[in-house]
């Protein structure tokens, strides 16, 4: 099993920055995928950056140019670094992994921190 923990929400301005932290319970190094997901009032939980198996990145098209994903495997921590912050990036970020064991691919969720932003 894999305990992730987020941090580093809060409220901030249009056009600011915040950088999210993600801390998993052990080495993030063999994790297949790891990134973040956000979660808006009535919408649908949404793949926000990733990076997957072979250490590629994927951006949602909503965030390319403004977020920026990178990983620190000494610190088991993924981070996602938010420039130029809109309204409507207002969501629960949810950090993100999975592992495989043979046939089988365990996901695990970690408990969102909440990003608002507004003037």
């Known amino acids: 099993q894999v305990q992730l923990v987020e941090s580093g929400g809060g409220l901030v301005q249009p056009g600011g920055s915040l950088r999210l932290s993600c801390v998993a319970s052990r080495s993030i190094f063999s994790i297949a995928e790891m990134g973040w997901y956000r979660q808006a009032p009535g919408k649908e939980r949404e793949l926000v950056a990733i990076?997957?198996?072979?250490?590629?990145?994927n951006y949602a098209d909503s965030v390319k140019g403004r977020f920026t994903i990178s990983r620190d495997n000494a610190k088991n921590t993924v981070y996602l670094q938010m420039n130029s912050l809109k309204p409507d990036d207002t969501a629960v970020y949810y950090c993100y992994c999975n592992t495989v064991r043979g046939p089988n691919m365990y996901g695990y969720w970690g408990q969102g921190t909440q990003v608002t932003v507004s003037s």
């Open positions: 990076f997957t198996s072979g250490a590629r990145t």
